[in-house]
């Protein structure tokens, strides 16, 4: 596609389920980032892939984050046993791989955990 | 740790007037720094920033680097209401990785 692609556009799930939100990069982005974004905060990076490998996952906040991006292209974050706390949007964002390039977004999955 | 700090945090101006927006950043093995529009979720791309003292421009948008003193300013001229947003700012560091440290952003609100 054109763009980022992320779905859903909205989950609401209750506390303690599972949940997996999904992106599709701009074809051909080797780099693909997921940020978390709160209400009246800047987004908070939470994991970088190059290709199929998580390159830096220094950002997530525990161990019930996980993200996989088997084939270098779509990629999943998954969050088990959620928690109220984990309501915010999730945005994911590629780039080519190459320094000093931006990165384009998608529109975000807004959780909201009840 | 690393820092970045937008002032103010929201504003509020009559269409037609011009404003500046501010970004300051504290952060080891500085690159670049970038700014965002961000109107309903996904944040757009602006400019930017890796040289001091060059301005970029885009339209009624433009944007300067001080690497001296740590910030950039970001300035809309002629401000129309769809210029209404968030506008975040986020710096680069040097590295293995492009990941972005992004300030809590600027809400500016233009009224007609």
């Known amino acids: 596609g054109a763009g980022v692609s992320q779905t859903p556009s909205n989950k609401v799930t209750e506390k303690g389920k599972y949940v997996e939100l999904r992106c599709d990069p701009i074809s051909g982005h080797t780099a693909l980032y997921w940020y978390r974004q709160s209400l009246g905060q800047g987004p908070e990076f939470l994991i970088y892939?190059?290709?199929?490998?998580?390159?830096?996952d220094s950002g997530l906040p525990n161990d019930r984050f996980f993200a996989v991006r088997p084939e270098g292209s779509v990629s999943t974050l998954k969050i088990q046993r959620t928690e109220r706390g984990d309501s915010a949007v999730y945005l994911c964002a590629s780039s080519p791989g190459h320094q000093n390039t931006e990165a384009f977004f998608g529109q975000g999955t807004r959780l909201t955990v009840v | 740790e690393d820092k970045v700090v937008q002032s103010p945090l929201s504003l509020v101006v009559h269409e037609g007037d011009t404003v500046t927006l501010n970004c300051s950043y504290e952060v080891t093995n500085f690159r670049s720094l970038l700014w965002y529009k961000q109107e309903k979720k996904a944040p757009t791309f602006l400019f930017m920033l890796?040289?001091?003292?060059i301005e970029k421009k885009s339209g009624r948008l433009s944007s300067i680097l001080d690497k001296k003193e740590l910030f950039s300013i970001l300035n809309i001229t002629a401000t129309q209401t769809g210029d209404s947003a968030i506008y975040l700012c986020a710096v680069v560091r040097s590295g293995a990785t492009n990941k972005l440290i992004f300030g809590t952003g600027t809400l500016l609100a233009i009224q007609p």
């Open positions: 890796t040289s001091s003292g």
């Open positions: 892939f190059q290709g199929t490998g998580a390159a830096d």
